[in-house]
């Protein structure tokens, strides 16, 4: 990256585990991580931010909803409804739904255990911030690990997602958690901000990863600052 | 308390053990969450109108539950001497 574009700031909660993991691909797909705080009062100048995967706050209450009211996401809310680029992962996508900036919420798997697995995905709308390196219905692998996974919402909530293509990425060869039309992943009017229970950031090697299959988030969004 | 429309794995996992433990005829359990607040002042028309609106904004999801808001006194909780009012808000 040049001229300070892409600098891409994760936040880490009390409780987050997957916010090294989330700089690390973001490091690997070319860009600069920022180390983001809870109790940040700012987001010190990033271009794009990613809320990570763990158990902010010790899911107490509810998963993601004492984060929601943390410090970092006055301005994280506020820069989101303006345009910028915001990827939930697991609990990140908790955070989002909490905080209404994605409809619908994350309950208890319908089968109550936690799931820990690679996953399977399509890949259903390409032209959001974070997906534009895929192709439409493209198959991907990445892990999955979660207990309360499943996506919920009103029927007239999901028949308006169907409508406006707001489903980004669905379950494939098996439902993992009784997600409601195998939805994995969503995103908001604007395309600007994507939420999905399985982790990007942990195929983004093959050393670690099963795929490289989850780098394309990061290259997608760094792509879209630079043409921004 | 969850939404009648929203599953709730953990009820019906409870109501399966049921049968198991010599309880039969229970159709259905769903599972929900209690708060007690204690409120050191008098529990007014507005403090208990901020409490509904606490509620609505952090105890509950209304996006999955339902909630509602009642009174007590705090000796009917068991929790005798202090005589401070308490309001509680069953929350899914």
Known sequence: MTGGLGRIGVVTFPGSLDDSDARRAVRLAGGEPVALWHRDKNLHQVDAVVLPGGFSYGDYLRCGAIARFSPVMEPLLEQARAGMPVLGICNGFQVLCESHLLPGALTRNDHLHFICRDQKLRVERTDTAWTSDYADGQEITVPLKNGEGGYVADERTLDALEAEGRVVFRYVDGNPNGSRRDIAGITNEAGNVVGLMPHPEHAVETLTGPTTDGLGFFTSVLKKLVTA | ?92
Request: charged share 25%; net charge negative; glycine share 10%.
């Open chain 2, 1 to 92: 308390m969850l939404k009648p429309e929203i599953l709730d794995p953990q009820g019906q996992a409870v109501q399966r053990a049921l049968p198991r433990l010599g309880f039969e005829g229970i159709a259905d359990v769903r599972q929900g969450k209690r708060f007690e607040l204690e409120v050191a002042e008098p529990v007014t028309d507005e403090a208990l109108a901020r409490i509904h609106e606490l509620a609505e904004k952090f105890l509950a999801n209304t996006v999955i539950e339902n909630f509602t808001v009642s009174v007590e006194n705090a000796g009917d909780t068991g929790d005798s001497g202090s005589g401070s009012e308490s309001a509680q808000g069953a929350v899914a």
